[in-house]
């Protein structure tokens, strides 16, 4: 089972990521940084380059040949987000720039125009900054109050803590779906369903998620999603925001400018329709196209396949990282099989700094993330100043696992006869 899996996913998709043959200080890159960005395939590469060569143009705005091709494949790549994510209408999917300019839509959107002093914010200590930052920014603006699920003993969120800050009091819940540090899987569509038990809209922070998962909005039920491009494949400055279309609909613009208008007076505007309401001015025309073709890729090898296997690298990364009494690793610990949490592990190994780890492992090829992986609230309050991060991807193999346990056994092994 294992090794046909492997087979089956990376050994068949390593030759379509070109930069997976570059050599760093004389050996094989050995990329486990994926939770920061993803490498791209070629098929993404070439969507870029092909857009360029061939169709470039403004989009919505001329009747050309070429603006009309233009516009169909950012309109087509679109459809491709759309059904990806299996949300109900194609209007329901704007383009943003990241996962962080989506959320700040929705708080300076929505948020602005519905928060009252006093009114309560439930997001969890867990979050990245960027469903953090927003939401101090709005609760300065509007007297809104912030509340913070804590963490089980196993240092996933806590449903019970959850429940008992739900109140008529809150507005908002926003959540991450699966935690860039802890690798915890969120249920998001319970936290949903009793958060809508209180009229609560649910914002969900999936940019770890749609990467590795096969992600359906509507099951979910919840109210925004927000993902990233560059982790799913795509480019960077191109991300999305899902919402419900009524919520939408009902949302003022965030930012104006070209693209988003109906009719402009000296004095006043009419706004377009959804989805074009919310993306003012020319966007990332090229990225948006060249996330379609990311999503197409994903799309041909499988979601639940790059699940099924990225469980299975979990299971084996996990096992080796246990093997070494130095290392702790957080967040829940995978079932056998694997399952249970994301592909990731961030640890600590004894007094090592993290950032030596890095550095030492870099100089064998393997490229791992040190330092507060964008949440600190999160590491003060599990204790640690930093941590090294270890992520994967479904064109890692157990060989590269094999590559990083053994330098990594080296550094620690290093600086014990330094400092032991
Ligand atoms: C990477 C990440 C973000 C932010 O993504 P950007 O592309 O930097 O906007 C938000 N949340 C989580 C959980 C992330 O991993």
Not at 252 to 277: N, Q, R
Not at 392 to 401: G, H, Q, V, W
Not at 405 to 416: C, P, Q, S
Request: aromatic share 8%.
């Amino acid at each position: 089972m294992t090794l046909i899996q492997e087979k089956t996913i990376a050994a068949k998709v390593r030759s379509d990521f070109p930069i997976l043959n570059e050599q760093i200080h004389g050996k094989p890159l050995v990329y486990l940084d994926n939770a920061a960005t993803s490498q791209k395939p070629i098929a993404v590469l070439n969507a870029l380059q092909h857009y360029y060569k061939h169709d470039n143009a403004n989009v919505h705005r001329g009747v050309h040949t070429l603006s009309s091709r233009a516009t169909d494949a950012y309109e087509g790549a679109r459809d491709k987000i759309a059904a990806f994510v299996n949300a109900a209408f194609r209007q329901e999917i704007v383009y943003t720039r990241n996962a962080s300019e989506a959320i700040n839509l929705v708080a300076y959107s929505w948020g602005l125009a519905n928060l009252q002093p006093g009114d309560e914010i439930i997001l969890t200590v867990m979050e990245h900054h960027s469903n953090l930052i927003p939401w101090q920014l709005i609760a300065q603006r509007t007297g809104a109050v912030l509340k913070f699920v804590e963490l089980t003993e196993t240092e996933e969120f806590d449903f019970d803590h959850f429940k008992s800050l739900l109140s008529n009091k809150t507005k908002l819940v926003a959540v991450v779906h699966i935690s860039n540090t802890l690798g915890c899987i969120n249920p998001v569509k319970e936290i949903c369903a009793e958060a809508h038990r209180y009229g609560v809209r649910v914002l969900i922070d999936a940019s770890q998620s749609v990467p590795h998962l096969p992600i359906d909005v509507q099951d979910i039920d919840c109210d925004w999603l927000v993902a990233t491009g560059h982790k799913m494949c795509g480019p960077t400055g191109i991300g999305f925001l899902y919402g419900k279309l009524d919520l939408l609909r009902s949302m003022p613009p965030f930012l104006g400018g070209g693209e988003m208008i109906a009719d402009v007076f000296l004095d006043h505007s009419t706004y377009a329709d959804l989805p074009h309401k919310f993306e003012a001015g020319t966007p990332a025309i090229a990225e948006a196209i060249a996330l379609g073709a990311a999503v197409d890729y994903l799309t041909n090898i499988g979601m639940d396949k790059i699940h099924a296997y990225e469980e299975e690298l979990t299971a084996y990364l996990f096992q080796q990282l246990e093997q070494i009494p130095e290392v702790r690793t957080y967040g829940p610990k995978p079932k056998a099989d694997g399952s249970g949490r994301a592909a990731l592990a961030a640890f600590t190994a004894g007094g090592t700094h993290p950032h030596d780890l890095s550095t030492i492992l870099d100089q064998a090829g393997v490229a791992i993330r040190a330092g507060h992986h964008c949440t600190q609230p999160l590491h003060r309050y599990l204790g640690a100043q930093s941590t090294a991060r270890a992520s994967l991807y479904f064109y890692n193999t157990r060989e590269e696992i094999d590559v990083f346990i053994a330098a990594l056994k080296e550094a620690i092994e290093f600086f014990g006869s330094l400092f032991g």
